[in-house]
Nanobody, 121 residues
Framework: QVQLVESGGGLVQAGGSLRLSCAAS????????MGWYRQAPGKQRTLVAV???????NYADSVKGRFTISRDGAKNTVYLQMNSLKPEDTAVYYC???????????????WGKGTLVTVSS
């Protein structure tokens, strides 16, 4: 019943910027946390950034100082501002959210289908 839809991916030149968005919809009581992961062809999926319900954030070392994660609770949306993009940032970026469907429900993980970010050199 829950869907996560990413947007904002595309092709940019090295040094450029992109802003990714992910909106959660469906049966949602609360969202404990949301985050972004990425996966390049032939590589493992890795965490990029996460933000919890209290606004605490955590970033992968490779993106610290360049990427910023934020959220809009009223819209059930998480954003990822990506600056100073590098070719090694090229990957499919996936949105993830831990969502409770009711006050008595435990949080469950949901994933978006991904949005492709390609950074050319």
């Amino acid at each position: 019943q829950v869907q996560l839809v990413e947007s904002g991916g595309g092709l940019v030149q090295a040094g450029g910027s992109l802003r990714l968005s992910c909106a959660a919809s469906g049966t949602i009581f609360s969202i404990n946390g949301m985050g972004w992961y990425r996966q390049a062809p032939g590589k493992q999926r890795t965490l990029v950034a996460v933000i919890n319900s209290g606004g605490n954030t955590n970033y992968a070392d490779s993106v610290k100082g360049r990427f910023t994660i934020s959220r809009d609770g009223a819209k059930n949306t998480v954003y990822l501002q990506m600056n100073s993009l590098k070719p090694e940032d090229t990957a499919v970026y996936y949105c993830e959210a831990e969502i409770r469907g009711s006050p008595l429900s435990r949080g469950m993980d949901y994933w978006g289908k991904g949005t492709l970010v390609t950074v050319s050199s």
